[in-house]
């Protein structure tokens, strides 16, 4: 793209501060000189480069830049702080970091230094100002600080003529969200990533008209493939955000003439309740995958009308990328009323607690055979092999059906199952029924301990801004609406905000440590 259209824009970078546009011979350039400096810094092929920035278009660069010399792309999360840093750059050995100065009030650059005698490997630091001038570095007699910019200053690519990696080497590793505990490192190979966004484009169809806005953190899975890689792929402009605003996206979405967001539900949410303000809809969105989160068929409903755009379900994980995605040329119930269906060349199956598959309509484990299966997780065999069915199948860890046209339909985790004195309760089907009651933003249930039948549901609501909800009118609600008995939640903690892994995934296992203090402990036995 750099030697066809070098003048053409590559990425539009909506920062607080204002917008910077790179066009792709700046891209390429500033790949070519972070390559080259890595070089100098002895970064060789199969070496781990971890970076934790915000969207801004240097991730973009250094992406490009560890790729050509073959290192472990290991981007971190902007949300990390101390603690998790610590633990995901020692669990990645990386001899390299980059971060920045300052962002959203905090100090990347200072936090870093401050866990240097935890990280024994750590040899450089490399920092980004985000204001307008510099603050004085960290000193350290063992880590290297030094300005990012004044490195690159008078480099060129001549010392970055490593070839380009294997195909089947490593590309990736992504630590998880953790909706269920202890993050692990998934490593990703360069084929599998490829693989995954040609079949999303073959899937949907995108192609060199198409502009990429990606909402989504760089530092996920959601942005960094199906935005950055997808657009670079298709050799397209991606529209990157610095800090999440609804308002700022509605204008860059239209401003900059995106088509396409693959995001989770609660930027989706977002911006349907501006919309609903009074915010213009975006001008030219056609497609918007929802993924990451459960997305509320009510919410899929209003926002394929509110946003005047194509909304589709998907399922994914880190761990082996889009399995099922609907598409525009589904009908509208299937389009955002399911999890989508599988992509080319993908397998999709429910099993029932001993294996045996399932048939259509059926709840049961879901399971996936898939090109895009990660290779393993860092350092952690024993959980690689326990993720796979002794017939190589993987265990996504979800309950769902395949109705009859071959749909998928998420109905749960296997860890979220209720199972109030032998009876389970569908707590996906209960969750977006709740949706729709008229103060309820968000909801997710969950097993509080009981003991008598063992487990009984227990509703985290947010409730909407003016309005209240309380539990004889959530009762009401599910009477009105016939719903058995049994699968009502009998308890309701209204909250100011349900807990999130940074892609926007409900930290359920939170909300049942919550639910259990909240149950007064058993008397003792005389």
Not at 284 to 302: E, K
Not at 331 to 349: F, M, V, Y
Request: a neutral charge.
């Amino acid at each position: 793209m750099a030697a066809r259209h070098p003048a053409e824009p590559a990425i539009f970078d909506v920062r607080d501060s204002g917008i910077v546009v790179w066009s792709w011979s700046r891209l390429e350039g500033e790949a070519a000189r972070l390559a080259s400096l890595f070089t100098a810094l002895g970064v060789r092929r199969g070496d781990v480069l971890a970076y934790q920035l915000p969207n801004r278009a240097e991730f973009v660069a250094l992406t490009l830049a560890a790729l050509r010399l073959g290192a472990i792309c290991c981007p971190l999360m902007p949300i990390f702080r101390e603690r998790e840093l610590a633990d995901m750059l020692a669990r990645a050995r990386a001899r390299i970091a980059v971060v920045t100065d300052g962002f959203r009030g905090r100090q990347p650059a200072a936090e870093l230094a401050s866990i240097e005698a935890q990280l024994p490997l750590l040899e450089h630091a490399l920092v980004i100002a985000t204001g307008s001038s510099e603050s004085e570095l960290p000193r350290s007699g063992r880590v290297d600080w030094q300005w990012l910019h004044r490195s690159l200053e008078g480099l060129t690519s001549a010392n970055a003529s490593a070839p380009l990696a294997d195909p089947t080497a490593l590309a990736q590793l992504l630590f998880t969200s953790g909706t269920s505990g202890e993050p692990k490192g998934v490593l990703q190979r360069h084929d599998s990533l490829a693989r995954a966004v040609a079949l999303e484009i073959e899937h949907l169809e995108l192609g060199a008209e198409d502009r990429i806005y990606v909402p989504s953190p760089l530092a996920h899975q959601t942005g960094f493939l199906y935005g950055m890689w997808l657009a670079l792929t298709l050799g397209v402009p991606q529209i990157v955000q610095e800090t999440w605003s609804a308002t700022r996206g509605l204008e860059a979405l239209s401003q900059y003439g995106a088509t396409f967001v693959q995001a989770a539900t609660p930027f989706l949410a977002d911006l349907v309740d501006a919309v609903s303000s009074g915010a213009a809809p975006p001008s030219s969105l056609r497609i918007f995958v929802a993924t990451g989160a459960a997305v509320p068929r009510d919410l899929a409903r209003r926002a394929s009308t509110m946003l005047r755009t194509s909304v589709c379900g998907a399922f994914g994980t880190t761990e082996g990328c889009l399995a099922t995605l609907a598409s525009p040329r589904d009908p509208p119930e299937k389009a955002w009323g399911t999890d989508g269906r599988p992509l080319r060349s993908i397998g999709i199956r429910i099993c029932d607690d001993s294996g045996a598959q399932l048939g259509a309509g059926a709840e049961g484990h879901f399971e996936i055979r898939s090109p895009t299966l990660f290779e393993g997780y860092l350092d952690r065999p024993e959980l690689t092999a326990a993720a796979y069915t002794p017939d190589g199948w993987y265990r996504t860890g979800d309950l769902a059906l395949i109705d009859d046209a071959g749909f998928l339909h998420v109905t749960g985790r296997v860890k979220d199952v209720i199972n109030r004195g032998g009876e389970k309760i569908p707590v996906a089907e209960i969750e977006q029924l709740l949706h729709q009651h008229a103060s309820v933003k968000e909801v997710a249930i969950v097993a509080m301990p009981d003991p008598r039948l063992g487990e009984r549901a227990c509703a985290f609501v947010v409730a909407r801004p003016g309005s209240s909800l309380d539990f004889p009118s959530m009762q009401r609600f599910l009477d009105e609406r016939r719903v058995a008995k049994p699968y009502w939640p009998e308890r309701l903690e209204v909250v100011e905000a349900l807990p999130r892994t940074p892609s926007g995934k409900i930290q359920k296992f939170r909300l049942r440590e919550h639910a259990r203090s909240l149950v007064p402990p058993a008397p003792e036995r005389p």
